[in-house]
């Protein structure tokens, strides 16, 4: 027959309390005795305050990179601006050089036109060449001659060719060329005539004529 002593359970419960206490005071003595043993606790909490002030000069140096970088890309945005504003300064210049060689030439074409004295319309500075085969353009200037107060000059001006067809003399019965014109000073006039086939020009007859039909100027060139 065997004896065995038996404990209440809410002994058990405070002894196993009282285990589970003193384990945990165990640990946590074995704890701070290692962080002793390390030197952890011996700063008097300085690695809390050395933590701190690392994380505050961290905060710092991005506030830092992040003006810089901000800087850094307003100055990247007047440079693209400058460098496109640059361009259309370029290419102004280029235009306007464009345009001041082409009003020198207008000048000078106006220029070798100046008629002489005298009054009524002429034809002035003629100019024909063949573009193409097949093809005449021409340019010439009318100008009323008399000052800037003469009277509006209506009618047209028509041109006509005469030359070679087929190793046979040929001649416009119509013009080939005609335009209507209305102006006080001068009219430039310019175009493109397209030849008969086999066809050769040796003479271009330019005529202005007023809105009855007369004749008021004219000139002809051979080529």
């Given at each position: 027959?065997?004896?065995?002593?038996?404990?209440?359970?809410?002994?058990?419960?405070?002894?196993?309390?009282?285990?589970?206490?003193?384990?945990?005071?165990?640990?946590?003595?074995?704890?701070?005795?290692?962080?002793?043993?390390?030197?952890?606790?011996?700063?008097?909490?300085?690695?809390?305050?050395?933590?701190?002030?690392?994380?505050?000069?961290?905060?710092?140096?991005?506030?830092?990179?992040?003006?810089?970088?901000?800087?850094?890309?307003s100055a990247d945005?007047?440079?693209?601006?400058?460098?496109?504003?640059?361009?259309?300064?370029?290419?102004q210049v280029k235009?306007?050089?464009?345009?001041?060689?082409?009003l020198k030439d207008?000048?000078?074409?106006?220029?070798?036109?100046?008629?002489?004295?005298?009054?009524?319309?002429?034809?002035?500075?003629?100019?024909?060449?063949?573009?193409?085969?097949?093809?005449?353009?021409?340019?010439?200037?009318?100008?009323?001659?008399?000052?800037?107060?003469?009277?509006?000059?209506?009618?047209?001006?028509?041109?006509?060719?005469?030359?070679?067809?087929?190793?046979?003399?040929?001649?416009?019965?119509?013009?080939?060329?005609?335009?209507?014109?209305?102006?006080?000073?001068?009219?430039?006039?310019?175009?493109?005539?397209?030849?008969?086939?086999?066809?050769?020009?040796?003479?271009?007859?330019?005529?202005?004529?007023?809105?009855?039909?007369?004749?008021?100027?004219?000139?002809?060139?051979?080529?």
């Amino acid at each position: 027959m065997a004896v065995r002593s038996h404990m209440a359970w809410p002994l058990r419960w405070a002894v196993a309390a009282l285990m589970l206490g003193f384990s945990a005071a165990l640990a946590l003595w074995a704890f701070e005795f290692g962080r002793n043993i390390a030197g952890l606790n011996q700063d008097g909490g300085k690695s809390a305050d050395l933590v701190a002030q690392l994380r505050q000069q961290l905060d710092d140096a991005r506030r830092d990179r992040d003006a810089a970088q901000a800087v850094a890309n307003s100055a990247d945005s007047l440079l693209k601006a400058e460098r496109v504003t640059q361009q259309r300064l370029a290419e102004q210049v280029k235009s306007l050089e464009t345009e001041n060689l082409a009003l020198k030439d207008d000048l000078g074409f106006f220029e070798r036109l100046l008629p002489a004295t005298g009054g009524g319309l002429s034809v002035r500075g003629l100019q024909v060449e063949t573009s193409a085969p097949g093809q005449v353009r021409f340019q010439l200037l009318i100008m009323q001659q008399g000052g800037r107060n003469q009277p509006e000059f209506k009618g047209r001006v028509e041109v006509l060719l005469s030359g070679a067809r087929d190793g046979r003399p040929w001649a416009d019965s119509a013009p080939t060329f005609t335009q209507p014109l209305a102006f006080k000073q001068y009219r430039r006039v310019e175009g493109q005539v397209n030849l008969p086939a086999n066809s050769t020009v040796k003479q271009v007859q330019v005529r202005v004529l007023d809105e009855s039909g007369q004749v008021r100027a004219g000139q002809v060139q051979a080529l």
